[in-house]
């Protein structure tokens, strides 16, 4: 399995299975929209950085992730992007897409 080393995860806003940023920017399609199959819960999106970052980096920038929510230009870019902020992560959580990931490869 790969490492991952994670930066965090997002909290996004979703109303019945649907994405409320699509469903506000084109509402018709929502309302034709149906589920037909739900996947395993996937962190969205996900931060990861290359191995060679310094510590203290990745802590500045995880902080910076974290703490935008509280800053007026950080909480609007958030408010546009209809996310309400970050989380700090665990790698457990990308072990999902690296299974996929393995999957993919095993058919290579």
Do not use: Y
């Given at each position: 399995?790969?490492?991952?080393?994670?930066?965090?995860?997002?909290?996004?806003?979703?109303?019945?299975?649907?994405?409320?940023?699509?469903?506000?920017?084109?509402?018709?399609?929502?309302?034709?929209?149906?589920?037909?199959?739900?996947?395993?819960?996937?962190?969205?999106?996900?931060?990861?950085?290359?191995?060679?970052?310094?510590?203290?980096?990745?802590?500045?920038?995880?902080?910076?992730?974290?703490?935008?929510?509280?800053?007026?230009?950080?909480?609007?870019?958030?408010?546009?992007?209809?996310?309400?902020?970050?989380?700090?992560?665990?790698a457990?959580?990308?072990?999902?897409?690296a299974?996929?990931?393995?999957?993919?490869?095993?058919?290579r």
């Amino acid at each position: 399995m790969r490492e991952i080393r994670t930066s965090g995860s997002v909290r996004v806003k979703a109303s019945n299975g649907r994405s409320t940023r699509l469903a506000q920017t084109h509402p018709e399609l929502t309302k034709r929209t149906r589920i037909v199959s739900r996947s395993e819960w996937f962190c969205f999106p996900p931060f990861a950085s290359r191995t060679g970052l310094s510590e203290a980096s990745f802590r500045l920038i995880q902080d910076i992730l974290i703490n935008m929510k509280n800053d007026p230009v950080g909480a609007a870019l958030l408010k546009k992007l209809n996310i309400d902020g970050f989380t700090r992560g665990d790698a457990a959580l990308f072990d999902g897409i690296a299974d996929e990931i393995e999957i993919l490869d095993a058919r290579r």
